[in-house]
């Protein structure tokens, strides 16, 4: 049950930005500022969680090389 929710979140930032895609080109002039903010958003999220996944990374490896200079 856990995986599936985990997988139907990991689609939720790029429908994001689809979504502000499509919105953005099939709506008239004064409503498309609407759209931009989710794409904004799901563009943040995908950036964060790359970020952070680098920054997890780099801590294992640090903590890696920790251990192998003890012994």
Known sequence: MKFEKTYIFSLVAPLMILLSIIG?????????IFYLPIGLMGIFII??????RGVMRKNILKKIKSYKQDK
Request: glycine share 0%; no cysteine; charged share 55%.
């Open 47 to 52: 950036s964060e969680k790359e970020l952070s």
């Open 24 to 32: 953005y080109i099939s709506r008239e002039d004064s409503k498309k």
